[in-house]
């Protein structure tokens, strides 16, 4: 059969000499130009311990790629590195880059029309981008994660990304010394790979490989390892095996195959982000996924791992005991996943576990099935009169499931971290940061810097906090973040006032602030759109394009059309701001606001 049936447009035509000429200008041969393309992408970059190392991998990929008589042709795209931008304004680009990366990888292998596809990829954002890019696409292709970290260590103490936000904490409530921090921020990140806990990116790699689209190992085995650069060299092979079977990512990626990721983001306790991105990644392959089938997943399912954030373990440990086909190969056992949908080897998930030994009792970082660190999932989705259009909480149980207590109101990040260094939060209040969804932030900002030091400053378990921005897969604690609609768009969580008593109640899947309906209508009548900035450049563009949480924050209306309805149907209807179902929200926006949805009186463009 054809194998390079979209380079074989320029290669094979007589009549387009300019292409052929540059590509053996480029270095290939003329028997190359017979041959199909591979295009290998790489996310790497020097400024970041989870990129470093792609470009290394990427050559590995290469080679294993040419030694099966395709072609290999890398490029680069970019990544946002979440550690170094979390706590700061550079977060605001985090989410946007995952489109960047989506739209980047799509532009390359479109305009050069790449047979196949490989994608090496590293960091919370670039494993959604990147697979979102494979579905648009649907050409045969796969992901190659770059892999977790090694632990970090000092003084005897385990350390990880995360434990230089929490020892900011515990430095300013006086708990360590400058000299123990400094030193815990020099040997938090030893070497080259995704931060080490189940983070997001961990998690998002997880989930890829339960959705097929990486082969087995891929999530687990460290960055370091010998492991993983035979899998990139083994990459070549399933690439040519995908070409000749002509199995595309839209083949791969089903409904049953969207629901394994799910059943493992749950057992293994992973981030809350995955809400955003598989809903994403789903809507760019032409299967519909919503809220509720995170909460059905999360009925039925229990968390598992004993992993970081909220357990003991980093991904690395869960490696040396069998890695991610051990923990999917035990779901698939306990028949909690499906094990019918293909993958990226051309086999069944069933088929590449039928060799893999089950996790059992030698081992502690899976818990049995009879002995969950929770008995259903962390992710719940909560609605109620302050999240109509939804909620994502983050509950290990650890903290308890229900929440009460007063509102102490912040309208940016900026203003709670200053709150935190003032020690103006107290037990027992419940913290709202509003005004930093994905419109507000704008780009939806991780909450990690603040629950990091409510962590280190010894309130993590004393108070709530709840946001219309994202959290990091770092955090933990009693958090609800996506709140939706945000407040930038009216949500009701604008209308929240300090001293408001907000109920919180994870087992009924409730959020709630405790005022009558009366007080809550004068108060929209009330409600004035803070003067926010009006955004040029890429985020000007997000602001403009950017669909709700609930709708994965996408920037283009996929098949399934559910990110259409978001702006058009929510901000306006005539003559008031109306949710899609009909209930009132507010005021109407001024003409001008309609036009432009700009509503500030400065003009910023961010970085220059
Ligand atoms: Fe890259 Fe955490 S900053 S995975």
Redesign the pocket.
């Known amino acids: 059969m054809t194998l390079n049936k979209y380079s074989q447009l320029y290669t094979q035509d007589d009549s387009l000499p300019a292409a052929q000429a540059m590509l053996i200008g480029a270095g290939l041969s003329e028997a190359d130009l017979r041959k199909p393309f591979v295009g290998i992408c790489s996310t790497g970059f020097e400024g970041?311990?989870?990129?470093m190392h792609l470009d290394g991998l990427a050559a590995e990929v290469k080679r294993g790629v040419q030694a099966q008589g395709l072609v290999g042709l890398r490029f680069n795209t970019i990544g946002v590195?979440?550690?170094?931008t979390n706590g700061n304004d550079g977060m605001r680009f985090s989410l946007v880059s995952r489109e960047i990366i989506a739209d980047s990888i799509e532009a390359m292998a479109g305009a050069h029309r790449y047979d196949a596809l490989a994608c090496v990829v590293?960091?919370?954002k670039n494993m959604p981008g990147a697979l979102m890019a494979l579905a648009r696409l649907n050409r045969p292709g796969l992901i190659v994660y770059g892999g977790t970290i090694r632990g970090g260590e000092y003084q005897g103490r385990q350390l990880n990304?995360v434990s230089c936000f929490e020892a900011y904490g515990q430095k300013v409530n006086g708990q360590i010394s400058e000299e123990e921090y400094r030193g815990i921020i020099r040997n938090a990140c030893p070497g080259p790979g995704?931060?080490g806990g189940m983070?997001?990116?961990?998690t998002m790699a997880a989930a890829i490989e339960a959705l097929g689209m990486s082969v087995p190992f891929s999530s687990s085995a460290p960055a370091e390892s010998a492991a993983k650069t035979q899998e990139c060299l083994d990459a070549g092979r399933y690439l040519r095996r995908l070409l000749e079977l002509d199995l595309k990512p839209r083949d791969i990626l089903t409904r049953a195959a969207f629901e394994n990721a799910l059943v493992v983001v749950t057992a293994l306790g992973g981030s809350t982000n995955a809400v955003l991105h598989l809903i994403a990644i789903a809507d760019a392959a032409g299967v519909r996924l919503t809220m509720e089938d995170f909460q059905a997943v999360s009925n039925r399912v229990p968390v598992l791992a004993d992993l970081k954030p909220s357990g003991k373990y980093l991904m690395e440990d869960l490696s040396r005991v069998g890695g991610v086909p051990a923990v999917l190969r035990t779901l698939l056992d306990y028949g909690l996943l499906d094990g019918s949908p293909l993958t990226v080897t051309g086999q069944t998930l069933a088929d590449n576990l039928a060799t893999v030994r089950p996790l059992g009792p030698e081992q502690d970082v899976l818990r049995a099935l009879d002995r969950p660190l929770k008995p259903d999932g962390h992710i719940q989705v909560l609605y109620g009169n302050l999240a109509p259009r939804g909620a994502v909480a983050k509950i290990s149980g650890q903290e308890g499931l229900r929440f009460t207590g007063p509102a102490i109101v912040f309208d940016s990040e900026a203003a709670v971290n200053e709150g935190i260094a003032a020690r103006q939060i107290q037990a027992g209040q419940v913290v709202v940061i509003r005004y930093v969804g994905p419109k507000g932030g704008p780009g939806m900002p991780e909450m990690l810097k603040p629950t990091a030091a409510l962590m280190g400053a010894g309130l993590g378990d004393k108070v709530a906090l709840i946001t219309d921005g994202r959290f990091s897969?770092?955090t933990h604690g009693f958090v609800v973040g996506h709140v939706c609609p945000e407040a930038y768009d009216g949500g009701p969580l604008a209308l929240v006032e300090n001293g408001d008593r907000i109920v919180l109640d994870a087992e009924r899947n409730t959020i709630d602030v405790d005022i009558s309906a009366e007080e809550l209508a004068a108060r929209r009548a009330r409600w004035q759109r803070p003067p926010l900035p009006t955004y040029r450049g890429v985020l000007g563009k997000y602001i403009r394009a950017v669909s709700d949480a609930s709708h994965g924050c996408i920037t283009d209306s996929g098949e399934t059309g559910v990110a259409g309805e978001t702006v058009a149907e929510l901000m306006y209807n005539g003559s008031s701001l109306v949710w899609p179902h009909g209930t009132p929200l507010g005021p109407a926006p001024s003409p001008s606001e309609r036009g432009s949805r700009g509503v500030g009186e400065e003009v910023v463009r961010v970085g220059g």
Do not use: E, K, Q
């Open positions: 970041n311990t989870c990129n590195s979440d550690g170094i590293g960091c919370d990304i995704a931060c983070y997001t990116a961990n897969g770092g």
